[in-house]
């Protein structure tokens, strides 16, 4: 698994305007009753892609999977696998497979039984479904558990085993809803870069769906955000977190700071915001707004920088008080009351064991950030 | 245990078992009375035994009740699971809670309304009553319980595992006889052995709607009584608690065992 980072680095179909999507989500609505738990979205998943469905419960994302698999038809739009319209496709003739939350192991059946079950549905002849079976069993390391019940294994040896009955069909595409969230905290970090290597190895799409943003991130090439039955944004990881499209997706994903403001200047590059109070920072990123709208300025906490004297070269600074110091060993976090009352949480790496410019509680200081460091946000 | 056999506790439990059982073992010491009178002791002897078995009457009629059980406990238990898998599964169609309520109604139906009704149905319908009419009305009578003790079971039936199956390939009625129905069996089981002791110890309903030559046996015990009991008629009820008390017992043992296995296997797997 040496070659694996290039791999991941040079995948990137969704940049290639020639690439063929795999799986098109197209105006899909799904409408219970009265509640619209999916509403018109469209989304396309690329070939060999590990791509997260990432919200918070109600979002919408295990619909979303659920009509992929067949278990529910949408409301309105269509569902393309390859090319092929899944409308009123049966679960049973899909081409995909899910894992299931509780993992939904068979309690009458061995290890065995349980991962060769869609295999003995397709008719593959007996001596081939042994063989896959031992693959299987091989792949997730359970070779001696073969025999047992699922009730004789822990948590992790049956997620383990819901995973190869899962992959053992060799799925167009794997569903997996919340594969980890039944493990606990280690084993599920472990487990998360297992499933990365086993998407590698067998060359399949992953859906994930999670609402563990960390889990997400580490997994997948790509992410979806949503709320409330919509998109938010897709994007890489590294985008969704430096590079968020609204207010929504920056709060969702890692810790923000957020500033209202309006825009006084727009050059092609930057743009030069007035905030509440009168003070002005200087902004490369974001969304294209017109001089005088009403924004918001999104900046990460890491990105921000606390010292007790103004930086001669920063293009941004402000000035407050030091209220409140957390020191977690490998980084410390800051929250300054700015002057106009506004509060900004900074956390500095601690790379050296003694800091050269030491703050504390009520001290004057300054924060600055450089021009790259936020982005402009106008929804 | 911080038990303490208090004066208060043994009276408790000796006159609460007292009132349980002495009627029972009674009749079972007075079974094996050498006498002819029941109330009088006269030796022990196994002579009712013996001469029971001679009892052609009692004979066929246990005969009759073993067939009846069997019959409609396994017909109650079709439509019974049935039942129960549309009340759990689909429950949104109209007039569920009427459905419902009329499936469980019967459960506390005083038994002589069932039986006379039936009997109404019988007459009016024109089937001579017999051994067919005994056991479709007791598989009336007991398909209810046997929706409740299904019904139980699949409330807590994890809908996933039938998704799951779905997912892999498996029609949906290979589903129902590959995944759903081996995960209920114990319950369904349980229903079976319901209904057949209901449908065995029956006799209001049987009263109503059995005619000649399909006489159960706890109609012919109860003939037999009210021309005076004899020893016979203990030793047939002996025989009758002995082999419900086996039944008992052997299933609460295999239950048991199952649980301690159970128990055993998942600590092991938590061990790693």
């Known amino acids: ?379 | 245990m911080n038990a303490t056999w208090s004066r208060f506790n043994v009276t408790s439990i000796v006159l609460g078992f007292a009132f349980l059982y002495l009627p029972i073992v009674l009749l079972i010491v007075f079974s094996f009375n050498e006498s002819k009178l029941v109330t009088v002791w006269g030796g022990f002897s196994t002579k009712w035994y013996v001469s029971l078995f001679h009892n052609q009457g009692l004979m066929d009629a246990t005969w009759v009740t073993a067939r009846v059980g069997v019959i409609s406990a396994t017909v109650a238990t079709v439509l019974g699971t049935l039942a129960a898998l549309t009340l759990t599964r689909y429950t949104r169609f109209r007039g569920r809670v009427l459905f419902s309520g009329m499936v469980f109604a019967p459960l506390v139906m005083p038994e002589v309304i069932t039986g006379l009704s039936l009997l109404l149905l019988f007459v009016a319908v024109g089937l001579d009553r017999g051994f067919l009419t005994v056991t479709l009305a007791h598989i009336t009578l007991t398909m209810c319980f046997v929706a409740v003790v299904v019904q139980s079971r699949l409330v807590s039936f994890d809908r996933s595992l039938e998704e799951a199956a779905m997912d892999l390939g498996a029609t949906p009625a290979k589903t129902f006889f590959q995944i759903t129905l081996p995960v209920i069996m114990p319950a369904i089981v349980s229903g079976w052995m319901l209904a057949f002791t209901l449908s065995l110890d029956d006799l209001v309903i049987a009263s109503f709607t059995s005619g000649p030559g399909a006489t159960t046996l706890p109609m012919k015990i109860y003939s037999q009584v009210r021309l005076g009991v004899t020893p016979e008629i203990n030793a047939a009820c002996t025989i009758l608690i002995a082999v419900v008390a086996v039944g008992v017992i052997i299933a609460s043992i295999a239950n048991k065992r199952r649980e301690v296995q159970r128990q055993l296997d998942e600590r092991a797997a938590q061990r790693g």
């Not at chain 1, 905030?275 to 707004?289: C, D, F, L, M, R």
């Open chain 1, 1 to 379: 698994m040496k070659s694996l980072g290039s791999i991941r680095r040079d995948f990137a179909p969704w940049n290639d305007p020639s690439a063929k999507p795999y799986i098109q989500f197209d105006n899909v609505t799904k409408k219970f009753g009265d509640f619209t738990a999916v509403n018109n979205l469209s989304l396309t998943i690329f070939e060999r892609e590990f791509f997260a469905l990432l919200g918070a419960s109600g979002c919408g994302k295990s619909t979303l999977l659920r009509m992929l698999a067949g278990f529910e038809e949408p409301s309105a739009g269509r569902i393309l696998l390859d090319g092929q319209d899944l409308r009123g496709i049966p679960p049973y003739r899909r081409p995909v497979n899910m894992m299931f939350q509780s993992y939904a192991l068979f309690p009458h059946m061995t290890v065995e039984n349980n991962i060769a079950f869609g295999l003995k549905q397709e008719g593959m002849p007996k001596a081939d479904i042994e063989k896959r079976v031992a693959e299987m069993l091989k792949l997730v390391k359970l070779e001696q558990f073969a025999k047992r019940k699922p009730h004789q294994l822990s948590g992790g040896q049956r997620q383990r085993v819901a995973l190869a009955r899962s992959v053992a069909k060799r799925p167009k595409v794997l569903l997996l809803d919340e594969p980890l969230g039944a493990l606990d905290k280690k084993l599920r970090e472990e487990t998360q870069f297992e499933l990365m290597d086993l998407q590698q190895e067998l060359g399949l799409t992953f859906v994930v769906v999670t609402h563990d943003q960390e889990e997400a991130m580490t997994m997948a090439d790509r992410i979806a955000i949503m709320d409330k039955g919509e998109v938010m944004q897709v994007a890489t990881p590294a985008e969704v977190y430096e590079a968020p499209t609204s207010r929504f997706v920056a709060h969702f994903v890692g810790n923000v700071n957020m500033f209202e403001g309006k825009v006084a200047e727009r050059t092609d590059k930057t743009t030069r915001i007035t905030g509440t109070t009168g003070a002005q920072i200087v902004v490369e990123n974001g969304a294209a707004a017109a001089t005088g709208a009403d924004i918001i300025f999104a900046i990460r906490p890491e990105k921000i920088r606390v010292s007790s004297k103004k930086p001669a070269d920063a293009l941004n600074a402000l000035e407050g008080e030091v209220y409140d110091i957390a020191y977690l060993g490998d980084m410390t976090v800051y929250h300054v009351r700015l002057d106009d009352g506004q509060l900004v949480r900074a956390s500095a790496l601690n790379a050296a064991r003694v800091s050269e410019d030491p703050l504390t509680w009520n001290d004057r200081a300054w924060v600055s950030f450089r021009p790259d460091a936020g982005v402009v946000l106008t929804r």
